[in-house]
């Protein structure tokens, strides 16, 4: 049995302005998400919008659904803002082809939460206030974590270790965490 490691859907960082934005797959399943909730749902003229949820959400596969389907009611300059205030809150509470659990992003996070015991919730709640790279150092200062429990907190994905080294927390698991 081998562990492999999942990240969210690519999508066009910050810098990219190349005709091929559209093809990005997390932009690909926003948009196709968002034009089954709303047949009127234009990506040339949602593009900017588009982008900064794809990047909020970290290219997030549920997310990217649930804010698609918020599209129906808002633009999505208005969806990305209210990811940006906690994203937990997106929501399909609708949607059939969702299971219970995946009709609410805070619902999905909290059952991950409730897998980890006391110590490592406390763990990942102390790491959620470092920004950016959370290095060995840091860990160990802020959360007092050692390299097992932050160990236990990458098995259980509530950090990914970086290729350049440290970890980093999705932002939506920090948001839920703080």
Do not use: K
């Amino acid at each position: 049995e081998r562990v492999l490691a999942l990240g969210g859907l690519d999508y066009p960082p910050e810098d990219d302005e190349t005709p091929d934005w559209a093809e990005r797959p997390a932009v690909r399943l926003f948009v196709a998400r968002a034009a089954r909730a709303y047949p009127q749902f234009s990506a040339e003229r949602e593009r900017a919008g588009i982008l900064r949820i794809c990047r909020l959400v970290d290219g997030m596969p549920l997310a990217l659904e649930l804010a698609a389907a918020l599209t129906r009611t808002a633009p999505c300059a208005e969806i990305a803002r209210e990811i940006e205030r906690d994203a937990s809150r997106l929501a399909s509470e609708d949607d059939p082809a969702l299971s219970p659990r995946h009709r609410r992003l805070d619902v999905a996070v909290a059952c991950a939460w409730n897998q980890l015991d006391a110590a490592h919730q406390a763990c990942a709640a102390s790491l959620s206030f470092i920004r950016g790279t959370i290095t060995s150092e840091s860990a160990e200062a802020v959360a007092g974590a050692s390299l097992r429990q932050l160990s236990a907190l990458v098995d259980r994905s509530w950090l990914r270790r970086l290729p350049e080294g440290g970890y980093a927390m999705h932002d939506v698991l920090r948001q839920f965490a703080a």
